[in-house]
């Protein structure tokens, strides 16, 4: 543990922001120090710690050793993650997976030219559903990689439905086809479409005077989000949404399935079932706090993946204590 807590702040105070303070306060070697927002600081319900403009962050470089980015990754991360990384030491969960390459190099820039390191894209997925896939690939080359996404509520699927005229809200959920993960875990291999491998569920409650069945059409033909897969459509009153479907449950399977040496047919797999997504997500967050700042303490510079960060450094046990405890 360090002789000293980590200095932590959070840029953006959303739910995953919230998330991340929380936890915070479950390490003893850490310690919130600030939050940045681009709120008031009035507007924030929490009174814990300083809250601090966004545009005002520079100010504030010597007061942190790890700045936790918790913006969108459509709009915030790709401006605001360069703009801090010249600054601080940071770790963001950025999920824009066709984006990343692109994303990397512009951290990498301008983390080398501050001195600083930035880890991107951490979380469950991106994050350690890729480290799973990765340990897949490489122990058993001669097979196939199936990631199941689910049971699950999507924000951004979530969010398309509201926006669908006469829609006054609304959720979605992703949910895996059981027989193609049974046969995935049976070791057969098989080449599955996107229909094949799952299926969305939507809560919606109409506007008055909407149109149910124009409503149906609208979303279960919507292009990139629900026209490829088998979709159903649910209406419901506004109680029932608030009372049944106010959480983020979230998770998923990676799973592959191959040969070893002997033509011995074996199967990994990787779960998690999640109660909160932002909640598990700044939980990874944080525990990648605390390998950036033993990279960045260990004069390291630049970007990272996941890919790049040993296990051993997310914990706040020693290398030693790890080897006899948990190896």
């Not at 010249?86 to 990498?108: G, M, N």
């Not at 490829?228 to 459509?233: E, F, G, K, L």
């Not at 700042?293 to 510079?301: D, I, M, N, S, V």
Request: contains cysteine.
């Amino acid at each position: 543990m360090a002789s000293s807590p980590i200095r932590i702040g959070i840029a953006g105070y959303g739910n995953l922001g919230r998330g991340a303070q929380a936890a915070i306060a479950q390490h003893p070697d850490m310690q919130l120090v600030g939050i940045f927002s681009r709120r008031a600081p009035a507007a924030l319900a929490q009174s814990a710690v300083p809250v601090w403009p966004l545009d005002e962050a520079a100010a504030h470089r010597d007061d942190i050793d790890v700045l936790i980015l918790c913006g969108g990754s459509k709009e915030d991360l790709p401006v605001q993650g360069p703009r801090l990384a010249q600054w601080f030491t940071t770790v963001d969960s950025f999920d824009t997976h066709a984006r990343i390459p692109e994303y990397f190099d512009a951290l990498d820039h301008a983390a080398r030219a501050g001195g600083q390191v930035s880890i991107l894209a951490v979380g469950w997925d991106p994050g350690l559903f890729s480290i799973n896939r990765l340990m897949g690939e490489a122990i058993l080359p001669q097979g196939g990689t199936y990631t199941f996404w689910g049971k699950g509520l999507s924000q951004g699927h979530s969010d398309a439905i509201r926006r669908v005229p006469g829609v006054a809200a609304g959720v979605q959920y992703t949910i895996p086809v059981d027989q193609a993960v049974q046969r995935v875990r049976a070791g057969e291999q098989p080449r599955l479409g996107t229909r094949e491998k799952h299926t969305r569920v939507c809560y919606v409650v109409l506007q008055p005077d909407a149109d149910a069945q124009q409503v149906r059409q609208a979303i279960t033909s919507m292009p990139d989000y629900f026209a490829d897969y088998d979709t159903t459509v649910h209406f419901i009153d506004a109680d029932t949404l608030q009372r049944e479907h106010s959480g983020m449950p979230h998770g998923g399977f990676v799973i592959r399935s191959g040969v070893s040496g002997q033509d011995d047919a074996q199967v990994m797999e990787y779960s998690l079932k999640l109660a909160s997504n932002p909640g598990f997500t700044s939980s990874v967050l944080v525990a990648y706090a605390r390998a950036a700042w033993r990279l960045k303490q260990a004069g390291e510079t630049g970007a990272r993946s996941v890919f790049d960060v040993a296990p051993g450094l997310l914990s706040p046990k020693s290398a030693a204590d790890l080897r006899r405890e948990l190896l």
